[in-house]
């Protein structure tokens, strides 16, 4: 099982919907997690950090179930600029990064 | 600007040749890592340095070298030994420690990357 998984997608939605992604991972012990946005042959990029009790930025919302050791993303009035691959990223105790493969996000108009 | 430059851009290699792709910040972080991506698979930690004079391993570090005498730079050698070397290379660096924290934090400043392809 990888550590960090993602639904590779591509999610095709049309400008204005709304998209969530999860991404799970297998160490408990896990401590913290981020969603990083990648654009086509370009360098990864932080979006945010997902919080205990989860957060908001903007039209973006980030949740994290630890019982179910899970992490989502939601994207409301999605925007044809929204179009990237979606990295979940989770910090694990001895303060290792892992990476997810992430998730692709297409925005048509 | 403050930032993360990587060079070259892209770079073609003949096989059993060694290659240095070179990574150079000037954010003044203490941190520097790099990492490969291949298609459908996550970033894969290749190598990483918390000060200047050391660095560890990551992951996959075979067939791989680095070295890091100043703060700035920290370049990468793809040996003869590595197998596959043909993939995007990114070197990242992070934020200064707080006071007390210890160890990689969240939030990663990437270069541009390296496009490898060996021939």
């Known amino acids: 099982r990888k550590e960090v998984e993602q639904d590779p997608g591509p999610f095709n939605v049309p400008e204005g919907a709304t998209v969530a992604f999860n991404c799970t991972y297998s160490n408990s012990a896990s401590q913290s997690f981020f969603w990083y946005r990648q654009d086509c042959r370009k360098e990864p990029k932080l979006l945010m950090s997902v919080y205990s009790s989860g957060n908001e930025d903007g039209r973006f919302t980030a949740q994290l179930n630890r019982a179910s050791q899970y992490i989502s993303l939601l994207i409301r009035d999605s925007k044809l600029s929204d179009s990237a691959t979606y990295l979940c990223v989770v910090k694990e105790n001895g303060n290792k990064l892992v990476f997810g493969a992430g998730t692709i996000l297409r925005v048509k108009s | ?119």
């Not at chain 2, 290699?13 to 003044?28: D, I």
């Not at chain 2, 590595?82 to 990242?92: D, H, S, V």
């Open chain 2, 1 to 119: 600007d403050g930032g993360i430059t990587q060079s070259p851009k892209y770079l073609f290699r003949k096989e059993g040749q060694n290659v240095t792709l070179s990574c150079e910040q000037n954010l003044n972080h203490d941190a520097m890592y790099w990492y490969r991506q291949d298609p459908g698979q996550g970033l894969r930690l290749i190598y990483y340095s918390q000060i200047v004079n050391d660095f560890q391993k990551g992951d996959i570090a075979e067939g791989y070298s680095v070295s890091r005498e100043k703060k700035e730079s920290f370049p990468l050698t793809v040996t003869s030994a590595q197998k596959n070397p043909t993939a995007f290379y990114l070197c990242a660096s992070s934020i200064p420690r707080l006071a007390g924290e210890v160890g990689l934090g969240g939030e990663l400043f990437f270069g541009e990357g390296s496009r490898l392809t060996v021939l």
